[in-house]
């Protein structure tokens, strides 16, 4: 019995502490809206373009995808049609800039014949099924060869306007050192915390609202990453500063270690 009540303290102990980060997490968001302004982040014409955007810049610099896209437009390549024509081959060339051009080239394909198969090559279609139901779209995505969580839900906000969190290295490095997630803490946990962020305001934000806040917050999250919160953190003069100096304090150096490189600016979990 008391072993019983013992674990529903710590369970009402832990929902407590993830609504006191959630809320911590959301006052930094804001601070951070206050301070940069509208990011209107993702540099591209087209969700097409997103798409592809997304699968380069795996492990790559965004400078390295710019070469990529700038090559799949020179060979009349960065459509859904242009893609079906070329041939593998000619797709890695087209892509060499970005690295990994074998499993790239191959993801992309395989993209379009998702496309082809399930949606008769409408990025429109995918994007009207991503409205009425995200997870399975999620799910669809997450199913294809080179789609780990973050390119899914990088795809579906970027691509598609679906409120999906996009957690990347920036935001886990920010959590960890901010104690608001342990260190060891998986993807879904990261997203669990961002999501509960933005919870509160949920019921009464249309999808395209929420989608538009998360947008705005992966940007200002690379931001302050970029500026910032890099493999050695920079605490001086960084804007989310008050926050570690309610909770005790700057991190050291080298806790915790980040995955990803500085500079790079999205997804790194290709499979
Ligand atoms: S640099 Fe320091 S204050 Fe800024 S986000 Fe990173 S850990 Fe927080």
Redesign the pocket.
């Known amino acids: 019995m008391a072993g019983i009540k013992h674990r529903r303290h710590e369970r009402e102990g832990n929902a407590a502490d993830q609504r006191a980060a959630a809320r911590r997490l959301r006052a930094?968001y804001q601070h951070l809206v206050e301070r940069f302004g509208p990011q209107q982040w993702w540099p591209a014409n087209s969700a097409f373009e997103v798409v592809i955007g997304a699968y380069l810049t795996q492990n790559t610099a965004w400078t390295s995808v710019e070469r990529s896209i700038a090559n799949l437009k020179a060979g009349g390549a960065l459509s859904v049609a242009g893609l079906r024509a070329v041939g593998e081959e000619e797709l890695r060339q087209l892509i060499r800039p970005s690295g990994f051009m074998l499993r790239k080239a191959a993801a992309i394909k395989a993209f379009v014949a998702f496309l082809d198969a399930i949606y008769g090559g409408e990025m429109d279609a995918l994007r009207r099924d991503a409205a009425l139901d995200r997870a399975r779209v999620r799910e669809r995505l997450l199913a294809l060869p080179g789609v780990g969580p973050e390119t899914a839900d990088a795809i579906l906000l970027y691509a598609l306007g679906a409120p999906a969190m996009v957690v990347d290295e920036y935001l886990r490095?920010?959590a960890t050192?901010?104690g608001l997630v342990p260190e060891n803490a998986k993807y879904a946990e990261v997203q669990a915390l961002a999501e509960a962020a933005f919870a509160p305001g949920r019921e009464r934000e249309s999808a395209n609202e929420l989608a538009r806040h998360y947008n705005e917050f992966h940007a200002l999250v690379v931001q302050?990453?970029k500026l910032?919160?890099?493999r050695v953190?920079?605490?001086e003069g960084?804007?989310?500063?008050w926050?570690?100096e309610r909770v005790g304090g700057?991190?050291s150096a080298a806790a915790p270690a980040p995955r990803g490189a500085p500079g790079r600016r999205k997804a790194s979990d290709s499979r």
Do not use: T
């Not at 960084?238 to 500063?241: F, I, M």
């Open positions: 930094m490095r920010i050192r901010h302050i990453g910032h919160c890099g953190p920079k605490c960084c804007p989310l500063a926050d570690l700057a991190p």
